[in-house]
């Protein structure tokens, strides 16, 4: 089956860091891909939609100057957090849809901005 | 907007069968998905259905109506290893975000 990866699986940063994430499609190509965030015993909440070649479609309430955006090929999104804080900290969720629109999610990031 | 409704929590013993229900009011339908998520780990999918009726994998089966706006997960022969929260996911749209409800925490005694 589709296999997404996503790295790192978790992260330790200082407050005012910046850190990235990568969200890799292995054996499909995916021009878009989907940003989660999930609080503790929260469901996932959509932050931003990644298309290649292209802009992010941010979510209302998710600012887009602290959560960097890149999708510059079929297989690679990237999610940076720049000058993280303390209430980044929250367990990030990419996914990528194949043709057949099946979602594959990756292993998830945990981030704890200390 | 867009709304979708579970429990927020249910028990179960070991051996049991337990039914997930799921409403959902959305500005479109393309299929709707449960995943299985367990603490600290990425959500693995159950099922996708699309059209109305049942759909049976194992000792888990997915049910759809569309007319009522309305899924439910059915796990049979429970498990302890089924403890988890199921989440319920709507695709609004092909090639858009699923939208998913808040989860249900199931939770297996023995």
């Known amino acids: 089956g589709a296999v997404v990866s996503q790295h790192p699986s978790w992260v330790i940063c200082k407050s005012g860091t910046s850190v990235k994430i990568e969200c890799r499609s292995l054996d499909f190509q995916a021009t878009t891909m989907f940003w989660y965030r999930q609080f503790p015993k929260q469901s996932l909440m959509l932050m931003a939609t990644s298309n290649e070649g292209s802009k992010a479609t941010y979510e209302q309430g998710v600012e887009k100057d602290k959560f960097l955006i890149n999708h510059a090929s079929l297989t690679l999104s990237t999610l940076t957090v720049t000058s993280a804080h303390p209430e980044d900290s929250s367990f990030y969720i990419c996914s990528a849809e194949n043709m057949n629109t099946e979602a594959f999610f990756g292993q998830g990031t945990r981030l704890t901005v200390v | 907007g867009q709304n979708i409704d579970q429990p927020t929590e249910m028990t179960a013993t070991e051996g049991a069968i337990v039914q997930i229900n799921c409403t959902y009011q959305t500005s479109g339908f393309n299929g709707l998905f449960w995943y299985q998520q367990h603490a600290g780990e990425a959500p693995t999918f159950l099922s996708y259905?699309?059209?109305?009726g049942l759909e049976e994998k194992g000792r888990f089966s997915s049910f759809l109506s569309r007319s009522k706006g309305y899924s439910y997960l059915l796990l049979k022969e429970l498990q302890m290893k089924d403890s988890a929260s199921y989440l319920c996911?709507?695709?609004?749209?092909?090639?858009?975000?699923?939208?998913f409800g808040k989860g249900t925490t199931l939770s297996v005694s023995s």
């Open positions: 996911a709507v695709l609004v749209q092909a090639g858009t975000a699923l939208i």
């Open positions: 259905n699309v059209l109305d």
